[in-house]
């Protein structure tokens, strides 16, 4: 598992790098879609952080109307923020539907406040535009490289 972490990381990178480059757009950080393409087959997940990424993205957005936030200070707080959300749904996220076990939970713990650094600088639509593609990208990349299987 930690060889199929280390090769999305680096696809992702590299996909990242390429969208940068030729596209002139981020795909939400350049570690996202990586982390984001091991979990294509959990949509849930998926959602749940991007929804993190936004209400971050919100909040913050909102705080700057009060108080001066530019920069490194808002890049910290964004960071810090969805680091907070996402650790709030790991402790309270266990939901009882019809006794399905559904458990809410976040990629990563710094991801959704990468996601919504870019939703802040350069929209919504064109990060979660990039971010989808370049994941699908990532994911089609470990597949191939897998040798056809599906991940695990």
Do not use: C
Request: avoid cysteine.
């Amino acid at each position: 598992m930690e060889d199929l972490i280390i090769t999305s990381i680096g696809l992702g990178l590299l996909v990242s790098l390429v969208f940068s480059e030729v596209l002139g757009i981020a795909a939400g950080g350049m570690v996202v879609p990586g982390y984001f393409a091991l979990y294509l087959d959990q949509p849930a997940m998926i959602l749940t952080t991007l929804l993190v990424a936004y209400v971050t993205y919100a909040i913050v957005h909102s705080l700057s109307s009060f108080v001066i936030i530019y920069g490194r200070r808002r890049t910290v707080l964004m960071i810090i923020t969805a680091f907070l959300l996402g650790a709030l749904l790991r402790h309270f996220g266990q939901v009882p539907i019809a006794d399905s076990g559904l458990d809410i939970k976040v990629v990563g713990y710094i991801i959704p406040g990468l996601i919504a650094i870019w939703i802040d600088r350069q929209g919504l639509v064109e990060t979660l535009s990039a971010l989808t593609i370049a994941s699908v990208l990532v994911r089609l990349g470990l597949i191939l490289i897998n040798g056809g299987e599906l991940l695990q």
